[in-house]
C-alpha cells in the first residue's frame, strides 16, 4: 500500500506522542535554574574563600561548570538530564560544554585530530562563529559611537 506524501504526513501525525508544553517549560526552567544558582554557589565560595571579588570570580567559575559538565558527560549523566530537562540544559554554558564533548567522545575511535578534533566543533563551531562576528559588529557599532564597550 502506497501512501503520499500528504497520507503519510496524516498517518504520522495521529502516531505522534502528545507533548505537555507547560511541564516541558517547567522542567526546563528548574534545571536551567538549578544549573544557575549551582554556578552562582562555586561564585560565592570563590568569593567566600579564595578572597576575590565578584568579577575574578567570574572565570573561575565558568571554568568549574565547563569541568563538571564535561565529567559528567563522560559518565553519562548529563545527557539523562538533558533528555529529561531539555533546552534548560542546554542554554546555559554547561550545555555548550556537554555538545562538545559530546562530539568528542562520539568520534575518539576515529583519532584525536580527524576524529575528536574535527568533529568536536561541528555542533559548536556555528556558535562559536556567531559569537565572534557578533563581537566584532557589536565593537565596530562601540568604536563608531565612542563609548569604548562602556
Same mark, same amino acid.
Given at each position: 500500500?502506497?501512501?503520499?506524501?500528504?497520507?503519510?504526513?496524516?498517518?504520522?501525525?495521529?502516531?505522534?506522542?502528545?507533548?505537555?508544553?507547560?511541564?516541558?517549560?517547567?522542567?526546563?526552567?528548574?534545571?536551567?535554574?538549578?544549573?544557575?544558582?549551582?554556578?552562582?554557589?562555586?561564585?560565592?565560595?570563590?568569593?567566600?574563600?579564595? @578572597?576575590?571579588?565578584?568579577?575574578?570570580?567570574?572565570?573561575?567559575?565558568?571554568?568549574?561548570?565547563?569541568?563538571?559538565?564535561?565529567?559528567?558527560?563522560?559518565?553519562?549523566?548529563?545527557?539523562?538530564?538533558?533528555?529529561?530537562?531539555?533546552?534548560?540544559?542546554?542554554?546555559?554554558?554547561? @550545555?555548550?560544554?556537554?555538545?562538545?564533548?559530546?562530539?568528542?567522545?562520539?568520534?575518539?575511535?576515529?583519532?584525536?585530530?580527524? @576524529?575528536?578534533?574535527?568533529?568536536?566543533?561541528?555542533?559548536?563551531?556555528?556558535?562559536?562563529?556567531?559569537?565572534?562576528?557578533?563581537?566584532?559588529?557589536?565593537?565596530?557599532?562601540?568604536?563608531?559611537?565612542?563609548? @569604548?564597550?562602556?
Amino acid at each position: 500500500m502506497a501512501l503520499s506524501a500528504k497520507e503519510y504526513k496524516a498517518f504520522a501525525k495521529t502516531r505522534e506522542p502528545s507533548r505537555s508544553i507547560g511541564f516541558n517549560c517547567l522542567r526546563a526552567f528548574l534545571v536551567g535554574g538549578a544549573i544557575c544558582a549551582f554556578g552562582q554557589l562555586i561564585q560565592n565560595l570563590f568569593v567566600a574563600y579564595m @578572597g576575590m571579588n565578584k568579577t575574578e570570580a567570574s572565570n573561575p567559575t565558568v571554568a568549574v561548570l565547563i569541568l563538571l559538565s564535561v565529567i559528567l558527560t563522560c559518565l553519562g549523566v548529563y545527557d539523562k538530564l538533558a533528555q529529561w530537562a531539555g533546552a534548560g540544559s542546554a542554554v546555559p554554558v554547561t @550545555g555548550f560544554a556537554n555538545s562538545m564533548a559530546s562530539a568528542a567522545l562520539e568520534h575518539r575511535s576515529e583519532g584525536l585530530v580527524l @576524529g575528536v578534533g574535527g568533529n568536536m566543533f561541528k555542533l559548536a563551531g556555528s556558535v562559536i562563529v556567531f559569537g565572534t562576528v557578533a563581537a566584532f559588529f557589536v565593537g565596530i557599532v562601540h568604536w563608531i559611537l565612542g563609548t @569604548g564597550g562602556q
